[in-house]
């Protein structure tokens, strides 16, 4: 089986940072891109960022310029520093793999348990 661990969550006042990870472990063969999600109440769970083994990334456009995803594709951990953290950041953070457990599985999404993120005002 296939487990991604996320850490890093928690309360911070608007303007300040934070930094989530998330481990992959498990039967995991190869990993092609790791991303983070969010779902704030009410609202519909969006893409924040996503990396793929190339490193080529790609950004919401809330928050262009403030988060940035990487990767240690060694470890299969993905990490998601957020600075200047807003309000409106306040959300769920779920962590997703793309990966094969082994050669002959395809393709499929894996995801963490979610980590909460509070940003006061």
């Known amino acids: 089986q296939v487990q991604l661990v996320e850490s890093g969550g928690g309360l911070v006042q608007a303007g300040g940072s934070l930094r989530l990870s998330c481990a992959a472990s498990?039967?995991?063969?190869?990993?092609?891109?790791m991303s983070w999600y969010r779902q704030a109440p009410g609202k519909q769970r969006e893409l924040v960022a996503a990396?793929?083994?190339?490193?080529?990334?790609n950004y919401a456009d809330s928050v262009k310029g403030r988060f940035t995803i990487s990767r240690d594709n060694a470890k299969n951990t993905a990490y998601l520093q957020m600075n200047s953290l807003k309000p409106e950041d306040t959300a769920v953070y779920y962590c997703n793999a793309r990966l094969k457990a082994t050669i002959l599985r395809p393709w499929n999404d894996y995801w963490g348990q979610g980590t909460q993120v509070t940003v006061s005002s």
């Open positions: 498990g039967s995991i063969f190869v990993v092609n891109a």
């Open positions: 990396i793929i083994t190339g490193g080529s990334t």
